[in-house]
């Protein structure tokens, strides 16, 4: 089984401080081996998950990764790279609404799942099956398994007001401002690089099963 070495990290630290082309050019080498060894953790998860999510085998490991590459057309920060790999496992790949997403960052790596940045349609239906099916959502969403890994749902990007098509008194209310749906488990650098993490993390991925099957359930996309 592999696991995230310490290189990787430190790669991404000295990216971080060094965030040019010249430098990068100069350790491309260093990018090289730290990518390729995020894809073999990469690949060993997906196997891992698949044991309870078989769709999950049906991605590529090298797509899943998100490109190191930033785009800059539109952004006030130029720097050209992110600072961080990411994986998306359905989330964002692979064609799915929910899924899983690896984050590997200095001090900032976590694990996600559900789903991130969907476009008006599906928040729309997604909000729909919320407040229709409340009860079967708050069940997921506060059973003990789920509370063991997730306090609350992330409110990074939330409506000052209730959506219009729905009541003001709708009792799942300060969900339907939500405009993502996902959840996160923070992770420390050491909980990363330990050589079990490619078995520990799945256990996590599995708690999110429910919540990403629910949230799919509009959209008639089968989930374990």
């Known amino acids: 089984m ?3 070495e310490p290189k990787v990290l430190e790669f991404l630290h000295n990216l971080k401080i060094n965030n040019n082309r ?12 730290a990518q390729d060894n995020v894809r073999l953790f990469v ?6 998950i698949s044991k309870f999510d078989e769709e999950i085998l049906k991605l590529d490991a090298k797509k899943a990764l998100f490109r190191i590459y930033r785009d ?19 989330m964002g790949k692979g064609g799915r609404i929910s899924g899983y997403y690896l984050h590997i960052e200095p001090g900032a790596s976590f694990l996600a799942g559900g789903v991130y940045q969907p476009d008006s349609a599906v928040v729309k239906e997604i909000r729909k099956e919320i407040s229709m099916n ?9 059973a003990e398994n789920f509370k063991k890994y997730f306090k609350e749902l992330s409110q990074n990007e939330k409506l000052v007001k209730i959506p219009q098509g729905f009541e003001k008194e709708d009792p ?4 339907l401002k939500l405009k993502n749906f996902i959840v996160v488990y923070s992770l420390k650098d050491e909980e990363l690089t330990e050589k079990k993490s490619v078995q ?12 990403n099957t629910f949230l799919s359930t509009p959209f008639n996309i089968p989930l374990p």
């Open 2 to 4: 592999k696991f995230i």
């Open 22 to 33: 010249d430098w990068f050019n100069d350790h491309k080498a260093e990018f090289i081996e």
């Open 43 to 48: 690949e060993d998860l997906i196997e891992e």
């Open 72 to 90: 800059t057309r539109f952004s006030k920060d130029k720097t050209p790279y992110k600072t961080n790999f990411g994986a998306g496992l359905g």
């Open 134 to 142: 409340h009860e079967e959502f708050l069940e997921i969403i506060n």
């Open 172 to 175: 799942m209310a300060e969900f």
């Open 200 to 211: 520990k993390f799945p256990e996590i991925f599995r708690a999110m099963v429910p919540f």
